[in-house]
């Protein structure tokens, strides 16, 4: 958010008035008190506040009496009232004199910060729209490094897409900088004040991922003691990002297009229908198209979700971007590492421009943050990058090979520990015995 | 930053094997010493009957009167379930810019949730939390970089959403403030 909003805090117990202004410092908010209304109307004569949150009860004028005389003077300002004791009649008189909202106190921390998200982009949007700010820059893209047309292409298509409601489904081989863009559209969008949740569809087991998606009611089984939420209802007003798409089980396709038709759902062991408003951008390095036409996507659910598709092209395919990505990895991890900023060798550089990356971006970084480990602390050396040195020498090898000298490493760094390298193996015991016997290994040999 | 220090009062009976790790993850983080120490604390004086939850300000405000001649920054670690007047629970607190805070484990356990115990991802939730806290301490205030620990985080799975890190430009303003 670009601008800094102001808030005046009106309660005359102190606690109260403490716990909400350490609360809105830390949200980055600049905010004032006052212990009652009139020297809350003392301070909004000599200064703007962008939103007002008073208690009702006060001695002296209460709340509303104050709520009633802002508004005469200042008739757009957002005023929220917040009771102890919420009572219908008062909360229907609060919102007739044009209060933005009532609340009830205690509040639970999730509901305020909605609360304050929703104020915040009353003002944020009325704001643009008096200065008539046309969607014509990207912003918060200051992360996504490169100067190749393919990707000032994907930018492009971003802006143009931000703006709308519509599903996203971004394409790419993994590392190409798909969550990176799936960002990039929900900052430029107008749900940018709430939140983008993500969900790794792939990381979870089809039961989990019900839960998780959905969440479940407080005694929903024994020992839910509390409610939990869904990351559907989580991403309300936002965006949720349903990374790799392509691993969902064929019945939780069906669950989540019902879900998209309908944006509502119930959490797991609940009866009431929840509802909420999201916008839906997924991910895949798969060929969608090609497992719908296999049977192993829905159609309805892929034609649903695609509305709209960016395709990001492999690092290989736009070299262009590797010098200025570099600069880029450099930068970050000598300052994350605390270290005087490197540069590269020449060879280095063409060195890796000669690369083909299968693992794209992500692999480029990691072998940026590497070499900065195992440098030298000036100068990024075609030595610094062992990966590229090794793959050209193993792409001759053979696969027998490879596994012959891995499991042989293993067992050397577990002291031959059988039980410890099979877990770091990720086979059983047996199968790693049949290993050592195939390949003769001994021990110290 | 060389001689910062960081202690870690233990009022929660976390075992040494968790704190530890807590330390590495602090240490790494805010490149500092890290302490542990073991604290002794009658918990009934902050206890609120109506709520049945303890008051964070109270404690915060206690944890604060500490001496503090041999640290910089202080974090109590609690494993009740903790309140302030205004909120129905929080995770942790702190003094902007200022030396204490406060972290409770207490509903960071997936047992909380009726869902399968999983050590390993409450450390990760607890360090995330300490972080945070300590971040507030250094004078941060909320970020919305995704993935940066000083994002907010009103429930546990938004915790989950982030990592235990700061990002960038965090930490930028970290090295900026803390000369
Ligand atoms: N154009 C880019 N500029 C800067 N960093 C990038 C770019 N593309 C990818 N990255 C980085 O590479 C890593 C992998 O990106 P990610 O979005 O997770 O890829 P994917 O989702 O396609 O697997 C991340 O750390 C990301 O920040
Ligand atoms: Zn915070
Ligand atoms: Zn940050």
Redesign the interface.
């Known amino acids: ?1 670009n601008k800094k909003i102001s808030l005046l805090i009106v309660d005359d ?1 102190e ?2 008035r ?3 202004y ?2 809105f ?4 908010f600049s905010a004032a008190c006052a212990d009652s209304a009139a020297s809350a109307l003392a301070m909004i004569e000599s200064k703007n506040f962008d939103i007002i949150l008073t208690d009702i009860k006060m001695p002296g004028m209460d709340g509303l009496e104050l709520l009633r005389r802002i508004k005469a003077i200042k008739k757009d300002a957002i005023i929220i009232i917040m009771t102890a004791f919420a009572t219908v009649d008062t909360a229907v008189q609060a919102l007739k004199d044009g209060a933005f909202d009532y609340v009830t ?6 509901d ?2 909605h609360l304050i998200r929703n104020a915040s982009r009353q003002i944020m949007l009325a704001e643009e729209n008096t200065q008539l700010r046309e969607h014509l820059k990207l912003e918060n893209v200051d992360d996504i490094i490169g100067n190749s047309t393919e990707i000032k292409q994907v930018l492009e298509e971003v802006q143009k897409v931000a703006v709308t409601n519509s599903s996203v489904i971004i394409t790419g081989e993994s590392g190409t900088g798909k969550e990176l863009i799936a ?1 990039a559209i929900h900052a430029n969008s107008p749900r940018r004040f709430f939140p ?3 969900v790794h569809c792939g990381a979870l087991s089809e039961s989990l991922l019900e ?1 998780e998606l959905f969440g ?1 009611e407080k005694g ?7 409610t ?2 869904g ?1 559907f209802e ?1 991403a309300d007003n936002g965006t949720i990002f349903l990374d790799e798409i392509a691993t969902i089980s064929i019945k939780m396709q069906i669950e989540l297009l019902r879900v998209l038709e309908t944006k509502s759902f119930m959490r797991v062991g609940g009866s009431k229908l929840i509802t909420s408003d999201f916008r839906v951008i997924c991910a895949t390095n798969r060929d969608l198209k090609q497992m719908v036409d296999e049977g192993r996507f829905r159609e309805d659910l892929y034609y649903r979700l695609n509305v709209v598709n960016i395709r990001i092209p492999p690092l290989r395919e736009r070299k262009d971007d590797i010098p200025v990505l570099v600069q880029h990895f450099i930068r ?1 991890y000598c ?2 590492m ?1 270290r005087n900023p490197v540069s590269i060798e020449e060879g280095a550089l063409s060195k890796l421009q000669e690369y083909d990356f299968p693992g794209n971006v992500r692999e480029l970084e990691n072998m940026i943050e590497r070499a900065i480990v195992v440098g030298n602390g000036k100068e990024i050396r075609i030595k610094d990058l062992p990966l590229l040195k090794e793959t050209s020498q193993t792409l001759t090898e053979s696969l027998e090979e490879l596994e012959r000298k891995h499991v042989k490493a293993v067992l050397e760094k577990y002291d031959w520990n059988i039980s410890r390298a099979a877990k770091a193996l990720q086979v059983d015991r047996v199968t790693l015995y049949n290993k050592i016997k195939k390949y003769g290994f001994k021990e110290n040999s | 930053m060389a001689d910062m220090t960081i202690k870690l009062l233990n009022y929660g009976y976390f075992e040494k094997k968790m704190l530890s790790e807590l330390a590495v993850g602090v240490s790494s983080e805010f ?1 500092a010493e890290v302490k542990i120490v073991e604290g002794y604390l009658d918990l009934n004086a902050y206890f609120d009957a109506v709520r049945k939850q303890y008051n964070g ?1 109270q404690i915060l405000r206690y944890i604060d009167s500490h001496d503090a001649a041999d640290y910089q920054k202080l974090v109590g670690l609690f494993n009740v379930d903790l ?8 995770f942790g ?4 810019g200022g030396k204490s805070a406060i972290a409770s484990g207490y ?1 960071l356990t997936n ?5 399968t115990k999983n050590e390993a991802l409450f450390h990760a939730r607890f360090l995330k939390e300490v972080n945070h806290e300590l971040g ?1 301490c250094f004078g941060l ?2 970020c ?1 970089n ?1 993935g940066c620990v000083m994002q ?1 985080s ?5 915790i989950d ?1 982030k990592s235990p890190h700061l990002c ?1 430009n965090c ?2 303003l970290f ?1 900026e403030g803390n000369r």
Not at chain 1, 25 to 28: P, S
Not at chain 1, 105 to 110: N, R
Not at chain 2, 111 to 115: A, I, K, V
């Open positions: 958010m117990e606690s109260v403490d716990s909400l350490n609360w410092l830390e949200d980055g106190k205690p509040f639970d921390p999730d305020l910060s960002r983008l949740v993500s839960s479940h929903a089984f024994t020992g839910a003691i509390y939990r939420k990351r989580m970050k300052t994350a605390s | 490149e300000n309140f302030i007047p205004i909120l129905t629970y929080i607190q702190a003094y902007l509903r047992e909380r949730y009726g869902l507030h205030i909320h919305h995704p907010s009103t429930y546990v799975e938004d959403q960038g930490r930028n090295h």
